[in-house]
T-cell receptor, first 112, second 114 residues
Framework: QQQVKQSPQSLIVQKGGISIINCAYE??????FPWYQQFPGKGPALLIA?????SEKKEGRFTISFNKSAKQFSLHIMDSQPGDSATYFC???????????FGTGTRLKVLA | GAVVSQHPSWVICKSGTSVKIECRSL??????MFWYRQFPKQSLMLMAT?????????EQGVEKDKFLINHASLTLSTLTVTSAHPEDSSFYIC??????????FGSGTRLTVV
């Protein structure tokens, strides 16, 4: 119940295309869902995050879509660029715990 | 914004020796810091939660005597890998809870035990 399932494991997208990464969770106590971007040899960096009171959040080319009833959320990267090539992790946490449960990661490669 | 500095970025040590990794919050006070371990092409595994002035809380399966955590100040937490062995080789990442409730991660430390 503590798991966050992430798919796909890897993704190849043409430059200018849309990259979509999906995550699903079971624990209904989770109420904070961030996405992190990690480049090789570096720590993760927060991209965007959402709480269950909204169904969508957009920041620049990055959008989170959230479906509370399905317990699913996804990251959309519009106009994908080669510089977006990285590993993306979704995560979830419950209020008061501050412990993040991370998804297994998606390695994105954007072709020039 | 909140910045977390982790040092060293990489270290090679001989089997049986100990290695200390530092995690500093540069522009904010962090009462809580976290230590993760990441194997190649895998996700982040939480090892322990470090609280300033108290004992760290270790996740199930993590050897507290092997991975010593000290959080002696509001800006510094250290992880010491004691009697390191090749199987301890990994990427170790710290993170700190900044005031806004979000995490800021350090840049990670690549440990190689030979």
């Amino acid at each position: 119940q503590q798991q966050v399932k992430q798919s796909p494991q890897s993704l190849i997208v043409q430059k200018g295309g849309i990259s979509i990464i999906n995550c699903a969770y079971e624990n209904t106590a989770f109420d904070y869902f961030p996405w992190y971007q990690q480049f090789p040899g570096k720590g993760p960096a927060l991209l965007i995050a959402i709480r269950p009171d909204v169904s969508e959040k957009k920041e620049g080319r990055f959008t989170i879509s959230f479906n509370k009833s399905a317990k699913q959320f996804s990251l959309h990267i519009m106009d994908s660029q080669p510089g977006d090539s990285a590993t993306y992790f979704c995560a979830a946490s419950a209020s008061g715990t501050y412990k993040y449960i991370f998804g297994t990661g998606t390695r994105l490669k954007v072709l020039a | 914004g909140a910045v977390v500095s982790q040092h060293p970025s990489w270290v090679i040590c001989k089997s049986g020796t100990s290695v200390k990794i530092e995690c500093r919050s540069l522009d904010f006070q962090a009462t809580t810091m976290f230590w993760y371990r990441q194997f190649p092409k895998q996700s982040l595994m939480l090892m322990a939660t470090s609280n300033e002035g108290s004992k760290a809380t270790y996740e199930q399966g993590v050897e507290k005597d092997k991975f010593l955590i000290n959080h002696a100040s509001l800006t510094l937490s250290t992880l010491t890998v004691t009697s390191a062995h090749p199987e301890d080789s990994s990427f170790y990442i710290c993170s700190a809870l900044s005031g806004a409730g979000g995490y800021t991660f350090g840049s990670g430390t690549r440990l190689t035990v030979v």
